[in-house]
């Protein structure tokens, strides 16, 4: 059955504005780039397959970014964004606090046996000998790791850690998740990952033994 006719006058869809139509192209590019990061990766990307991707021409690909090397900086950058947004989310759960070393063990996990580690590590790899690349992605890398660690150690002090036990804590932990995920690229080992992560977790928490406010000692 065909819907009534409207009886009253007809609402005029509000314009979107330039900066919104602006806004939406770059999403759809630098979700695009991801894609074929994650598929082709750095060498087999191209500014033409990442404007078919993103349903738009090459030209109209070049007005927002003019070359495949600012293209590619631009998703990093969104690629890490990503990575933060999750360790957001997951640091500000009351199970943190609790548990801090598995809160953050779940983060790195998120981000490292996911996409934003298999895209992001594909640009790592062509900037390592690439300074000009390096240079643009560095400043990338380092705001995602000051960001998580700040927001991490504040979960850990709160948990009962002391500055030193959690930076220690957090480095061996984020070492330990992020070793993992470079040997699943061609080993997927997924049973004795998560043994092991049981078995460190366990280490932790009795190396660093937490005080509870009434003075005693949390497992």
């Not at 790899?125 to 992605?137: E, F, G, H, N, Y």
């Not at 061609?186 to 003075?215: K, N």
């Amino acid at each position: 059955m065909s819907p009534p006719p409207e009886t009253g006058p007809a609402r005029a869809r509000p314009r979107r504005t330039q900066a919104n139509r602006s806004r939406d192209a770059r999403e759809r590019l630098l979700a695009a780039t991801i894609e074929v990061l994650m598929r082709s990766g750095y060498n087999g990307l191209t500014t033409k397959e990442v404007a078919r991707c993103a349903g738009m021409s090459n030209g109209a690909l070049m007005h927002h970014y003019a070359t495949k090397a600012e293209l590619v900086v631009a998703a990093t950058a969104e690629i890490y964004e990503e990575s933060i947004r999750r360790g957001q989310r997951e640091a500000h759960t009351p199970e943190a606090i609790e548990r801090p070393i598995e809160g953050f063990i779940k983060d790195c996990w998120s981000v490292y046996f996911d996409w934003p580690f298999i895209a992001a590590i594909e640009v790592i790899m062509v900037a390592r000998t690439d300074p000009d690349l390096m240079s643009k992605i560095l400043p990338v890398m380092e705001r995602y790791r000051s960001s998580t660690n700040t927001l991490w150690l504040e979960v850990f002090q709160k948990a009962g850690f002391t500055g030193e036990q959690a930076r220690l804590a957090l480095n061996l932990s984020l070492n330990l998740v992020r070793g993992m995920a470079l040997n699943n690229l061609w080993q997927h080992d997924a049973a004795h990952y998560e043994r092991y992560i049981q078995d460190w977790v366990r280490l932790v928490y009795q190396q660093f033994p937490r005080t509870d406010a009434a003075g005693v000692s949390e497992p």
